[in-house]
């Protein structure tokens, strides 16, 4: 069965410094990956999606990520963090047929200090 | 283009009530799922539908739950004789199953919260 692990429960950064989110990953095929955003009280959004080519994948709000088969991580990284980027972050694996079921991570708490 | 909605956003009953949420998925999507979060977790699969089949449950879905999508457009999840457990965020997602990546579209939730 497919899991993700995210080490980070939770990170501080200073407003301006850059960020690296952990992810990692176990499937037996070649996986469909994924990291979704969650604001307080809000749904998942998505950030950006890997399925295969380039393993540098650019998402949205400057959000970048890249796939490492070696090391079996998908980490999430941003160069600049704003005071907005402060949420929960979800790396999710899709597994079955089509890739209908998402697992996900436990999640990463961001906070930003200004 | 609305998303995906949900309805109620919150929930609070006694143990031992129904409860039920309905999830309106984006209009063009045949594919609709349903998901739970507990505090601290990620969101954890529970069913889904394709069209109005539903095709796979999870094992967390226990007999006390149900879920129905009449006609493949809005779904609902209803609880049976709830408990304190299951309190948690219900989060419903769709999809549309023709493209090879079945990006899924999440709406805001349902907090329920079980007394």
């Known amino acids: 069965a497919q899991s993700v692990t995210q080490p980070d429960i939770h990170i501080t950064v200073s407003e301006g410094a850059s960020l690296e989110l952990r992810c990692n990953y176990s499937y037996g095929a070649t996986p469909y990956l994924f990291w979704y955003v969650q604001s307080p009280g809000q749904g998942l959004q998505l950030l950006l999606k890997?399925?295969?080519?380039?393993?540098l994948v650019q998402g949205i709000k400057g959000f970048e990520a890249e796939f490492k088969r070696s090391q079996s991580s998908f980490n999430l990284r941003k160069p600049s963090v704003h005071w907005s980027d402060a949420a929960e972050y979800f790396c999710?694996?899709?597994?079955?047929?089509?890739?209908?079921?998402?697992?996900f991570g436990k999640g990463t708490l961001l906070t930003v200090n200004p | 283009d609305t998303g995906v909605s949900q309805d109620p956003r919150h929930k609070i009953t006694k143990r031992g009530q129904n409860v039920t949420f309905r999830c309106d998925p984006i209009?063009?999507?045949?594919?609709l799922y349903w998901y739970r979060q507990t505090l601290g977790q990620g969101p954890e699969f529970l069913t889904y539908f394709q069209n109005e089949a539903q095709l796979e449950k999870s094992r967390l879905l226990s007999d006390r739950f149900s879920a129905e999508r009449p006609k493949g457009s809005f779904s609902t999840l209803e609880i049976q004789r709830t408990e304190q457990g299951d309190s948690a965020m219900y989060l419903c997602?769709?999809?549309?199953?023709?493209?090879?990546?079945?990006?899924?579209?999440f709406g805001p939730g349902t907090r329920l919260t079980v007394l």
């Open positions: 997602a769709s999809s549309l199953a023709k493209t090879s990546y079945n990006e899924q579209f």
């Open positions: 999710a694996v899709g597994a079955g047929g089509s890739n209908y079921k998402l697992t």
């Open positions: 890997y399925f295969s080519g380039d393993t």
């Open positions: 209009s063009e999507h045949n594919r």
